[in-house]
C-alpha cells in the first residue's frame, strides 16, 4: 500500500484517486459509475457538495443511495438496487447514454495511451496474446457516448504510446479522428492519477497535464508515463486531501476494499 | 465469421415458432428432463448477468448430460462460463466480459482456453450484446447502434459487424446482427407451471433473451398457481408461449445470487478461485469432479456446498427487504 502524506493526514493512493475525482463532478449531474473508485467518488460527491447528483450502475440501476459498509462488488448485483429510484434492463440503462443522458462515464483503467484510448482485452497481439484480460463490459459503449474521466495508477507499464488494442476508445488517433470514425459524441474528458490531473489538447488530443499532486514534481510524472506528456501554460498543484473528505471515504468503505 | 449463419433467415424464424406447441399447459419437469431439451451445438444463452440470477442449476444439468459443443452467450459471463469451457461442453462463449470477479482478478481458466487457443472468448460490447438480442426479440435482422466504431473490439469483428450510412441523417452507425439463441436458460424468483415468470430486482437482458430465443427452459425458486400469476399480470414479465420447460429449483443459482432470496457465497467463489490459480486445468477438474460429477442431485450440491454457507447467504439475500 503506498501512503501519502500531507500535514498531519495520511492517505492511500486509492483514497487520492477517488477525492480528486469527485471534485471534477458538479452537483445536478448523471455519471455512469464503474465500481470501486468511481462509485466511491461519486459518492464522496453526494456527501460533500452534489447531493443532487444522480448514479447509474451498468446492471440497470437509476439513483441507487449507497449504504455505509455495503457496497457492492460488482455493477450487477442486489447491493446496487439499495433505495435506487427505478431499475431497468441492462440495455436500456446503457441505452441512457446514447441517448444523451449522461453527462460523464467514470470509470477505472488498466491500459492508457497518449490519445487516451483504452485497453482491457490484451496484453500483447491480440492474436497470440500473452494475457487475455475480461474484455470491454460497458467500457466501449460509455467511452463511445458520453464525456469520460478515467482514474488509475500512474505507471510506465500502464501509460503506453500506443495501446496493445483499442477496447474503450478515446481520441483514437488524435485530431478529428474519433469523429470521423463515427463518434461524433463525447470522449476522454480527465485523467486523474496518483501523480496528476490531465486533459487532453484541444487540436493534437494529446495527453496534458493540468495539475500535479501535492508533493509531486513535473518530472515525476514524465518518468512514470510512457510517451512525451504535454503541460499545461499554468500547471497548478491540487490541494491535498482534506480530513473531511477522508473521514467520509473510510466511513463508507469502513473494511477498506476499494480504498486500500 | 460467416455473416450468414450469424442471422436466422426470417422465414425460418416464423416457421420454427409456428411448430411450437404455444397453448397454455402445463410443461413443470426435472432438469434431468430439461437438459434433454438442449442439442449438441446449440447457441445456448444463459439470463442473469455475472453474479446475478446465473441459471447454475441447469448448467449444472447439462454439465452432467455431457453436452457438446454448445455456443454459450451472456450479457456478462462469470465461473459458469469457466465451468463449461473446462467440461468441454463449451469452445465458445460469447459477452462483453468474462472473468469470475473483479475482486478475483482474471480468470485463469478463462485465459488457459482462450490464451491456447482451445476456446473462443468472441467479444461484443455490453450494450451491443444487448441489442442483438433485442433485435432477436423484435424480429428483424439487425439494430443500428452508435458504438463499437473506431475500436479494436468492433474491428476483430470481422464481417459480424458491418457499417452503413444512416439513409436519412448520412451519419455512419453500427449494424448488429439480431441474434435468436437456439435455447434460453433463465432462473427467477416464480412462475406458474404454464411458465408465466414473474421477476423482482435487476431484470437484466432477460426478456429479451426469452422473447429471441426458439426455446426457454425456467428454472424458479417457486411454483406459483395461475390464479395467483392472474392476481398481479403487471408482475409477470415472461410470457407462458415463450416458454418450454419449467422446473423448480430451490437455491438454483448458488453459489450466485439470486435477487431477494440469497446473495453470491463468497467464501465458495474464494474457494473456486483458490483452487483454479496455481494450475487452472487441474483446480478446474477437481472442481468438477467434487461439485458437478460426485453429487446424487442438486440437494446433494448444496449439502457438499455447506448448510452454513446455505444460510449465510440466504439471510443477507432477504436483508434487501429489510428497511
Known amino acids: 500500500m503506498t501512503k501519502h502524506q500531507s500535514g498531519g493526514t495520511t492517505y492511500t493512493a486509492s483514497e487520492l484517486l477517488c477525492v480528486m475525482a469527485a471534485r471534477l463532478l458538479k452537483d445536478g449531474q448523471t455519471v455512469f459509475a464503474g465500481i470501486g473508485v468511481p462509485l466511491l467518488a461519486a459518492t464522496l460527491a453526494q456527501h460533500q457538495f452534489a447531493p443532487h447528483l444522480t448514479i447509474l450502475f451498468e446492471g440497470g440501476t437509476i439513483g441507487p443511495r449507497i449504504v455505509p459498509g455495503e457496497l457492492p462488488p460488482s455493477t450487477n448485483e442486489q447491493r446496487c438496487t439499495r433505495y435506487a429510484n427505478m431499475v431497468l434492463p441492462i440495455t436500456d440503462v446503457l441505452l441512457l447514454l446514447q441517448r444523451g443522458y449522461v453527462d460523464i462515464g467514470f470509470m477505472g483503467g488498466a491500459q492508457i495511451d497518449r490519445f487516451g484510448n483504452l485497453n482491457s482485452s490484451f496484453i500483447g497481439d491480440a492474436d497470440n496474446p500473452k494475457t487475455r484480460l475480461p474484455g470491454t463490459g460497458g467500457g466501449n459503449d460509455i467511452s463511445s457516448l458520453t464525456n469520460m474521466i478515467v482514474a488509475m495508477k500512474h505507471e510506465k507499464r500502464r501509460f503506453v504510446p500506443d495501446v496493445d488494442f483499442i477496447t474503450s476508445p478515446g481520441w483514437i488517433r488524435g485530431r478529428r479522428s474519433r469523429a470521423e470514425a463515427g463518434l461524433p459524441e463525447g470522449g476522454l474528458w480527465r485523467v486523474v492519477t496518483d501523480l496528476a490531473l490531465m486533459g487532453f489538447d484541444e487540436e493534437t488530443r494529446e495527453m496534458k497535464v493540468l495539475a500535479l499532486q501535492h508533493g509531486v514534481t513535473r518530472e515525476q510524472v514524465q518518468d512514470n508515463t510512457g510517451f512525451k506528456l504535454l503541460f499545461d501554460r499554468k500547471v497548478e498543484t491540487v490541494e491535498p486531501p482534506r480530513k473531511e473528505e477522508l473521514a467520509t471515504l473510510r466511513r463508507l468503505d469502513p473494511d477498506r476494499r476499494f480504498t486500500a | ?323
Open chain 2, 1 to 323: 465469421m460467416s455473416t450468414q449463419s450469424l442471422v436466422t433467415p426470417y422465414r425460418k424464424l416464423r416457421e420454427d415458432t409456428l411448430a411450437r406447441d404455444r397453448g397454455l399447459r402445463e410443461k413443470v419437469m426435472s432438469l434431468e428432463e430439461a437438459a434433454k431439451l438442449v442439442s449438441d451445438g446449440d447457441h445456448v444463452a444463459l439470463g442473469g448477468c455475472h453474479l446475478s440470477r446465473t441459471p447454475y442449476a441447469m448448467i449444472w444439468a447439462l454439465i452432467r448430460a455431457r453436452k457438446q459443443n454448445l455456443t454459450v452467450s451472456r450479457s456478462i459471463a462469470s465461473s459458469e462460463s469457466d465451468l463449461l469451457l473446462a467440461s468441454g461442453v463449451s469452445r465458445h462463449v460469447v459477452t462483453s466480459w468474462f472473468s469470475q470477479g473483479l475482486i478475483w482478478g482474471v480468470s485463469k481458466v478463462m485465459r488457459h482456453y482462450t490464451e491456447n487457443k482451445l476456446a473462443v472468448f468472441e467479444e461484443w460490447s455490453h450494450m451491443s450484446m444487448g441489442l442483438r438480442y433485442r433485435a432477436g426479440a423484435m424480429g428483424i435482422p439487425f439494430m443500428p447502434s452508435r458504438t463499437m466504431l473506431g475500436s479494436g473490439v468492433g474491428e476483430r469483428l470481422g464481417d459480424g459487424l458491418k457499417t452503413m450510412t444512416c439513409p436519412f441523417t448520412g451519419e455512419e452507425l453500427a449494424l448488429l446482427p439480431a441474434l435468436n439463441p437456439d435455447v434460453a436458460l433463465i432462473h427467477v424468483q416464480r412462475c406458474d407451471a404454464y411458465g408465466n415468470a414473474q421477476l423482482d430486482g435487476l431484470q437484466f437482458m432477460d426478456l429479451d433473451i426469452a422473447m429471441a430465443a426458439k426455446r426457454v427452459i425456467l428454472t424458479t425458486e417457486r411454483i406459483i398457481s395461475n390464479e395467483q400469476i392472474r392476481r398481479t399480470p403487471d408482475q409477470t414479465r415472461i410470457p407462458f408461449f415463450t416458454v418450454d420447460a419449467v422446473v423448480e429449483v430451490q437455491i438454483g443459482c448458488a453459489p450466485h445470487e439470486c435477487y431477494g432470496v440469497y446473495e453470491p457465497f463468497f467464501s465458495h467463489l474464494d474457494e473456486y478461485a483458490h483452487m483454479t490459480t496455481e494450475d487452472a486445468v487441474k483446480g478446474a477438474q477437481d472442481y468438477l469432479a467434487r461439485y458437478y460429477y460426485e453429487p446424487k442431485s442438486w440437494a446433494d450440491y448444496l449439502s457438499k456446498l455447506g448448510m452454513d454457507a446455505v444460510l449465510d447467504a440466504c439471510r443477507r439475500g432477504r436483508s434487501v427487504h429489510n428497511d
